[in-house]
């Protein structure tokens, strides 16, 4: 179907806001349903890092509307991040249905922020919305958003503050500011006075959107975290959930769509963008490429044109095999757990550190961890480049304990949550696990494919649960399993200072060397628990 040259329009909220939108209308008689993302960076990027282009979709009958939020692009306001998303987004919709040549019915599609306006959207439940496609996101900002397991995401949140600073000091027109923050966002200031609060930031502290304020308000009870929360249970319409096993909100997307009454999934292996065949140092191969814009137009399709849709409630790209794999629902699985073993030499030796089916003798690992030196971070979900890349050199180190299978005597899959459930103390008042999953090559490669972190405000010994990203894939015959614990993963995360101080307060030069001690053995029962399918 051919598609008539966009149209700019606009729309006026209830305090008398312009919003813009480009609007693409497919060039052929009748009535349309009305597809709609709104979005902070432009309209005209219309998400298009992932998705095919507006025309695209606009081919395949639908009116396609692509909205500045209010404060970004050309539309007028005050950027708050999130926080006006809710009424404008049902505005917007019911401004939508109502477009020249719409039928009435709407549906949002867009990821990241852009899925987040579909969640917001749908909380006050406007008639017209009858089905999303929300992709990459975590209605719980604080625990899937800014912090992980109370740990400040460091490289995430600060990479991405900038980048919206900079783009309100382009649409301002202070081309100085802008020209600094370009410059931070490809060399990121992390040397400061306090490290997490990079004085770039309080420079330019009237262009930041959210940064310094998810720095001081570190208590997730704090009001502010609980009016940009979402309960995705109180929403009733049909969602198709698409997250990525690299991509930092996966957690929160897996979260959200366990929560929703009608919600059917699928996982990729990406990283947040792009959605490719490659991620990391692993091509999975032509089947890892993203067909989510065919999947996107068959949901609406049936929510929007009364169509028949077969496609499987949940699919997942299952690394190692590189196949997809279809369910009825997500799958649970049969959960194993593997003790963590050792004679106190896992930092040392990585033969010494084990994992096996029983807890052995009592032993005590320890890491000495150095903020002169902390472990660095190595792809994963949440430094770029993101993905599955080699770590033997980073195991190497001793202050990384790692705990290794034997070769496996048969293809094992893992699918969903790993859970390492750790003993540990230390002689300072606060400090921080990295748990990094990866499978063990025949060749010696280390490759990660999932990991998890913890900020811990206690000293004395005690279980300590660290959430791993989710997960799926094939573990084949002849590779190993190693779990690999260390104090750090910088920048991923900020440094913890040891003294309790949070990220946002800690001076770089109080920043103290911490000692931090792993328990094994009957006593104390570390383990990791995983789900095999």
């Known amino acids: 179907m051919k598609v008539l040259p966009k149209q700019s329009v606009s729309m006026y909220t209830r305090d008398r806001i312009r919003l813009d939108a480009d609007v693409y209308y497919p060039d052929a008689e009748g009535t349309f349903p009305v597809l709609l993302m709104r979005q902070p960076y432009g309209r005209a990027i219309a998400s298009t890092v992932v998705y095919a282009h507006p025309v695209w979709y606009a081919s395949q009958g639908y009116i396609v509307v692509i909205q500045d939020v209010r404060g970004r692009g050309t539309s007028e306001g005050e950027f708050k991040l999130f926080e006006n998303e809710i009424e404008d987004g049902f505005e917007t919709v019911n401004w939508a249905a109502s477009l020249p040549r719409s039928n009435g019915k709407v549906g949002m599609y867009g990821f990241s922020y852009q899925g987040m306006t579909q969640l917001y959207a749908a909380v006050k439940r406007p008639e017209a919305l009858k089905a999303i496609c929300p992709a990459m996101l975590a209605p719980d900002v604080y625990q899937d958003w800014a912090y992980e397991n109370g740990a400040f995401c460091l490289f995430a949140n600060l990479g991405w503050a900038i980048q919206l600073a900079a783009e309100t000091a382009r649409l301002k027109g202070d081309e100085s500011a802008f020209l600094e923050l370009s410059r931070a966002a490809k060399n990121m200031p992390l040397g ?3 490290p997490a609060r990079p004085d770039l930031m309080q420079k330019f502290a009237d262009y930041d959107a959210y940064y310094q304020t998810w720095l001081d308000r570190s208590d997730p009870t704090d009001s502010y975290w609980q009016k940009l929360m979402v309960d995705v249970s109180a929403i009733d319409i049909p969602m198709l959930y698409i997250g990525g096993w690299f991509d930092t909100y996966m957690r929160g997307t897996l979260r959200s769509y366990r929560s929703s009454k009608q919600a059917q999934l699928i996982v990729g292996v990406w990283a947040h963008l792009p959605w490719g065949r490659k991620v990391g140092a692993i091509d999975y191969g032509a089947d ?20 028949e849709l077969n496609d499987p409630p949940v699919q997942l790209f ?8 279809s369910f009825s629902e997500f799958p649970k699985g049969k959960q194993i757990a593997l003790h963590l073993t050792s004679t106190g030499l896992a930092g040392m030796d990585d033969r010494d550190g084990q994992l096996k089916d029983q807890p052995s003798e009592a032993a005590i ?3 000495v961890h150095d903020p002169w030196r902390p472990v660095p971070a190595l792809g994963g979900h949440v430094v770029y480049p993101c993905g599955s890349l080699d770590r033997s050199g980073i195991d190497a180190r001793s202050d990384v304990l790692t705990y290794t299978t034997a070769p496996l005597e048969a293809d094992l899959h893992l699918v969903g949550e790993i859970v390492a459930e750790i003993y540990a103390s230390s002689d300072s008042p606060s400090f921080d696990l990295c748990a990094v999953l990866s499978e063990v090559k025949p060749n010696g490669s280390i490759m ?8 811990i405000d206690r000293s004395e010994p005690s279980m300590h649960r660290i959430s791993l990203q989710p997960t799926c894939i094939c573990i084949p015959k002849g590779s190993a399993i190693r779990l690999s614990l260390s104090g750090a993963c910088f920048p991923a995360y900020s440094v913890n200072a040891g003294t309790g101080t949070k990220p946002g307060e ?3 030069i109080d920043f103290q060397i911490i000692t931090i001690m792993i328990h094994t053995g009957n006593a104390y029962p570390s383990k990791l628990s995983l789900n095999r399918q």
């Open 318 to 325: 299952e690394m190692g095999s590189n196949e997809w794999r």
């Open 192 to 194: 400061d006075r306090i």
């Open 448 to 455: 990660n494919f999932t990991q998890g972190y913890l900020s």
């Open 365 to 367: 690992d320890v890491i």
């Open 506 to 508: 800690a001076s770089a």
């Open 288 to 307: 890892a490429v993203s067909f989510c814009d065919r999947a996107q137009i068959r949901w609406f399709d049936h929510w929007l044109k009364d169509q």
